[in-house]
């Protein structure tokens, strides 16, 4: 059983930084992680993965040259660096980790896929004022 558990969450003026943390307290190999987000009334979206140990990362396209997703195995966390935020970045965001899984679906498209992850955090909410 993977657990998760996210933080760095907060409110932000657009233009600004903010670091999500997602700590990973059980179940430790995992073949990619990731973070969504969803904001009220709108669908989950796949933000950015990371698969095979940094071999390969992708990126949702409105999150693209801005973000920033990176993993420390020794610490066992996963980090999202957000840059230059917009309000449409206001969202609940959300860790994910595969497992044993070996995350064909994002592997074969090239795009964050939510099919491959089985395990998810609580999330940690993201507000960007204007």
């Known amino acids: 059983q993977v657990q998760l558990v996210e933080s760095g969450g907060g409110s932000v003026q657009a233009g600004g930084s903010l670091k999500l943390t997602c700590t990973v307290t059980?179940?430790?190999?995992?073949?990619?992680m990731g973070w969504f987000r969803q904001a009220p009334g709108k669908e989950r979206e796949g933000v950015a993965g990371?698969?095979?140990?940094?071999?390969?990362?992708y990126y949702g396209d409105s999150v693209q040259g801005r973000f920033i997703i990176s993993q420390d195995n020794a610490k066992k966390t996963l980090t999202l660096q957000m840059n230059n935020l917009k309000p449409e970045d206001t969202a609940m965001y959300y860790c994910?980790?595969?497992?044993?899984?070996?995350?064909?679906?994002?592997?074969?498209?090239?795009?964050?896929?939510?099919?491959?992850?089985?395990?998810w955090g609580q999330g940690t909410q993201v507000t960007v004022s204007s």
């Open positions: 994910a980790a595969s497992g044993l899984f070996p995350c064909a679906l994002s592997t074969r498209s090239h795009s964050v896929a939510a099919g491959d992850f089985a395990y």
């Open positions: 059980s179940g430790y190999n995992n073949y990619c």
């Open positions: 990371i698969y095979n140990d940094g071999g390969s990362i």
